[in-house]
């Protein structure tokens, strides 16, 4: 059973800087694609970055630069820079591999002032 658990979510105001980390049960190697998709209230939960096994990673339009995701044997981070209100989210860490999605229980992310 492959679990995966956010940490990292909370408040911080626009222009701050958050960081998300997703711990894995099992190596980060064995799974196709791992990263980040976030979720507001009443819409689709979207992808925000990917990174797949070969190293190549997917950023969504709207990060526009400001985050970074990271890959290491058991963990997946986001690093979040010049956070704007928009970007209120649950965040969920996944990972794919070729028969089964993945998903975290999400971490809260709230830019407010």
């Known amino acids: 059973q492959v679990q995966l658990v956010e940490s990292g979510g909370g408040l911080v105001q626009p222009g701050g800087s958050l960081k998300l980390s997703c711990r894995f049960s099992?190596?980060?190697?064995?799974?196709?694609?791992v990263g980040w998709y976030r979720q507001v209230p009443g819409n689709q939960r979207e992808l925000v970055a990917t990174s797949t096994r070969g190293g190549r990673t997917n950023y969504a339009s709207f990060v526009g630069g400001r985050f970074t995701v990271s890959v290491y044997n058991l963990k997946v981070s986001l690093q979040m820079n010049s956070l704007k209100p928009e970007d209120t989210a649950v965040y969920y860490c996944y990972a794919k591999t070729y028969v089964n999605d993945y998903w975290g229980q999400g971490t809260q992310v709230t830019v407010s002032s």
């Open positions: 099992d190596y980060t190697g064995r799974f196709d694609v």
